[in-house]
T-cell receptor
Framework: DSGVTQTPKHLITATGQRVTLRCSPR?????VYWYQQSLDQGLQFLIQYYNGEERAKGNILERFSAQQFPDLHSELNLSSLELGDSALYFC?????????????FGEGSRLTVL | AQSVAQPEDQVNVAEGNPLTVKCTYSVSGNPYLFWYVQYPNRGLQFLLK??????LVKGSYGFEAEFNKSQTSFHLKKPSALVSDSALYFC????????????FGTGTRLTVIP
């Protein structure tokens, strides 16, 4: 158990809908990262937050947004969903910026768009 | 730009034989390098990392990896494979001076044959 909690574990929805994925980082970790894992594109970095502020942005679509709240949990909002958004979405956390350590990953939220 | 290449989508090895999973990277400046393992329907688990110092790093479950700066490689190795090592393995890199998010390879599926 990494200590990173993601909900829901599975989500099935229809095209055009909006969903919210939630992540609680490990106790004491200030940084949260979101990754998308799809069959054809591997693991893609989406966005990083540190102590409530956006720190780095990767291949995140404009239809997607995220935020980190004062209690350090984070939410990833996916809107106007398309079939191609079906994927496993991972959250990871780490203690601080400028660190040399690893990221700790949650078990992921599997999104299926029908 | 940072990138990771895992040239083999699939590696098969007999139980008890040594295994190697290959990884090459591209990064500005000096790298931090990581190996993660993913079991079915699970999140990524940290195996080992190279930060600085000895080019041979040892990690969890008997795995080790060798950093080769001239070849920009960080191959994962294990002297004697177990059936339970069968999983998806990801190599990841970040620059020591860049953003904290990791760039992942596309993964190599290791199958250990009894």
């Amino acid at each position: 158990d990494s200590g990173v909690t993601q909900t829901p574990k599975h989500l099935i929805t229809a095209t055009g809908q909006r969903v919210t994925l939630r992540c609680s980082p490990r106790s004491g970790d200030l940084s949260v990262y979101w990754y998308q894992q799809s069959l054809d594109q591997g693991l893609q970095f989406l966005i990083q937050y540190y102590n409530g502020e956006e720190r780095a942005k990767g291949n995140i679509l404009e239809r997607f947004s995220a935020q980190q709240f004062p209690d350090l949990h984070s939410e990833l909002n996916l809107s106007s969903l398309e079939l191609g958004d079906s994927a496993l979405y991972f959250c990871a956390s780490s203690k601080r910026e400028g660190h040399t350590g690893e990221l700790f990953f949650g078990e992921g939220s599997r999104l299926t768009v029908l | 730009a940072q990138s990771v290449a895992q040239p083999e989508d699939q590696v098969n090895v007999a139980e008890g034989n040594p295994l190697t999973v290959k990884c090459t990277y591209s990064v500005s400046g000096n790298p931090y390098l990581f190996w993660y393992v993913q079991y079915p329907n699970r999140g990524l688990q940290f195996l080992l990392k190279y930060i600085t110092g000895d080019n041979l790093v040892k990690g969890s479950y008997g795995f080790e990896a060798e950093f080769n700066k001239s070849q920009t490689s960080f191959h994962l190795k294990k002297p004697s494979a177990l059936v339970s090592d069968s999983a998806l393995y990801f190599c990841a890199v970040r620059s020591q001076t860049g953003a904290n998010n990791l760039f992942f390879g596309t993964g190599t599926r290791l199958t250990v044959i009894p």
